[in-house]
């Protein structure tokens, strides 16, 4: 029997706003840190502290941005967090084969720890104040995203809504969704691995400054530009020679994640890439994988637990697997004996 509504039945309905498929619940735990190599390359968000209403006009290499504020002022490099949160989890499910959505569902608590912010009360206000800030801040560009250049202009994420509070009215989940233009970066894999580190960097000039190192220099082993181009795709209002200063008490200071900074003749700074490369593709698992993993945990969704066995294995220093398929399984086989002594 069909479950679609007859005529007569629709008049009576509520519309089914929340189809399945039409949202993707953030729950990937511990995801790597993953950032768009747009607004990592060119100065979309305020470095400031400090309500921030000027209107930002940037032209380099053909690519034209105005970002223009709300009455709560710009969106600033801090709040740009809660897209790299939701950036991270769309590509951790999208390399574990899951279905995605604009529409994201997260729970506020878990933004906050995987972002390396307190979960005072007060934190819990300041992240009500970047969403409204991301909302009310426009964008008109020409930036390609998903090989596609269109001229538009756009929210950095079009609306948000507090679905559950607790008792004392705190935010307990949120409903988040996307620019389009945001989201077709995530589908076309338009993002960069960040350092866990870079939510350590306490000063909106240092994050300005590693994402540019990470984009720019990346596998390379350095990356040399002039402190002039570097002012300018830093969007730092500050005058030059102030500019200057606060890259010399950076490079003095010597905790960029991943890159060391120096000074060279010809007012240029160079970023040196430390170790090994940033980059480390995660584990590929097969649809065999998979089958077998279901049979070891029957009813689990397998796809959440190689999402959750990446993480472990991101966190063991992402060492580099022989046989990473028998690796899992290997891990599905402890959990399902784990699961199996608690009963």
């Known amino acids: 029997m069909s479950s679609a509504a007859t005529p007569r039945q629709a008049g009576r309905l ?14 990937v735990f511990d995801a790597i840190p993953k950032d768009d190599m747009a607004s990592m390359e ?6 400031g502290t400090r309500p921030d209403r000027r209107i930002l006009s940037y032209e380099h290499n053909g690519v034209s941005i105005t970002v223009t504020p709300s009455v709560r002022g710009l969106a600033t490099i801090h709040d740009k967090d809660i897209l790299i949160f939701c950036i991270s989890q769309l590509m951790a499910a999208i390399n574990a084969g899951r279905a995605t959505s604009r529409r994201l569902y997260l729970t506020a608590h878990d933004l906050l720890v995987a972002t390396n912010r307190e979960t005072s009360g007060d934190s819990y206000r300041r992240l009500r104040e970047s969403f409204e800030r991301l909302a009310g801040t426009r964008i008109t560009t020409n930036i390609v995203t998903g090989e596609e250049e269109v001229t538009s202009g756009f929210g950095l994420i079009e609306s948000w809504e507090i679905v559950r509070r607790s008792r004392g009215g705190r935010m307990v989940s949120v409903a988040v969704t996307l620019s389009e233009w945001l989201y077709r970066a995530v589908l076309g894999k338009a993002v960069l691995t960040l350092s866990r580190d870079y939510f350590r960097l306490r000063k909106p000039l240092e994050r300005r400054i590693y994402e540019l190192a990470r984009k720019h220099c990346g596998r390379q082993e350095s990356w040399r530009v002039s402190v002039d181009t570097l002012l300018k795709k830093s969007g730092s209002a500050s005058p030059r020679r102030v500019f200057r200063k606060m890259l010399r008490d950076m490079i003095a200071a010597a905790h960029l994640p991943d890159y060391e900074m120096a000074e060279e003749p010809g007012d240029l700074i160079r970023f040196s890439a430390r170790g090994a490369a940033v980059e480390v593709p995660p584990p590929v698992l097969g649809e065999d994988a998979l089958a077998a993993a279901r049979k070891l945990m029957p009813g689990a969704d397998v796809h959440s637990l190689a999402a959750e066995w990446r993480g472990v294995w991101a966190r063991s220093g992402a060492p580099r697997l022989r046989h990473p ?14 699961g199996h002594d608690e009963n």
Do not use: T
């Open 14 to 27: 509520l519309p089914d706003r929340h189809r399945q498929g039409d949202f993707f619940l953030c729950d």
């Open 42 to 47: 060119h100065p979309i968000f305020s470095l």
């Open 325 to 338: 398929e028998a690796a899992f399984l290997g891990w599905v086989k402890k959990r399902a004996g784990e």
